[in-house]
């Protein structure tokens, strides 16, 4: 059966690291889509979430340059800054495109985050993430009491 669509999304996620085998394949490490960030303060601090973003797409019948846009939403319902990235989709139908971000995100609200994956205007898919606020309240410890003198 021929191909006749395309491109199509093969994948899109968040991890902590990428790597190029020597080989050529790719490796990801830790796919993640929740996040924890602690502090000693009531609300969260501004954090920067240190990730890798990963969007894969399979060629089909495509062909040509391309722009793949990764918008991201903060659970305030807020767009982010965008970022964007010009590719080229050649070769057979199974080939492809492999965009990978390493990026520091900056959250500044615990809740859910969406990532959109759009292509040349058309929206392919949304990558959540959840971020979690853990208060981490400081000990305060005891002074350590002087031993007994001796006589």
């Given at each position: 059966?021929?191909?006749?669509?395309g491109?199509?999304l093969?994948?899109?996620?968040?991890c902590?690291?990428?790597l190029?085998?020597?080989?050529?394949?790719?490796?990801f490490?830790r796919?993640v889509?929740r996040?924890?960030?602690?502090g000693?303060?009531e609300?969260m601090p501004?954090?920067?979430?240190?990730?890798t973003l990963?969007?894969?797409?399979?060629?089909g019948?495509?062909?040509?340059?391309g722009q793949?846009?990764?918008t991201?939403?903060?659970?305030s319902?807020?767009?982010?800054?965008?970022?964007?990235?010009r590719?080229?989709f050649e070769?057979?139908?199974d080939r492809?495109?492999a965009v990978?971000?390493?990026m520091?995100?900056?959250v500044?609200?615990p809740?859910l985050?969406?990532?959109n994956i759009s292509m040349?205007?058309?929206?392919?898919?949304?990558?959540?993430?959840r971020?979690?606020?853990h208060?981490?309240?400081p000990t305060?410890?005891?002074?350590n009491?002087?031993?007994p003198?001796?006589?």
């Open positions: 059966m021929p191909i006749q669509g491109p199509y093969a994948a899109a996620f968040l902590e690291k990428a190029r085998e020597v080989d050529g394949v790719n490796s490490i796919v889509d996040w924890t960030v602690t000693p303060t609300a501004q954090t920067a979430i240190q990730a990963v969007v894969i797409f399979k060629s019948i495509h062909r040509g340059a793949i846009v990764i991201p939403v903060s659970p319902d807020v767009r982010l800054p965008q970022r964007t990235v590719v080229l070769g057979d139908e492809g495109i990978i971000l390493p520091a995100f900056p500044q609200e809740g985050y969406w990532f040349d205007g058309q929206s392919f898919s949304e990558i959540p993430l971020v979690i606020y208060r981490v309240v305060v410890q005891p002074p009491p002087s031993p003198q001796q006589r």
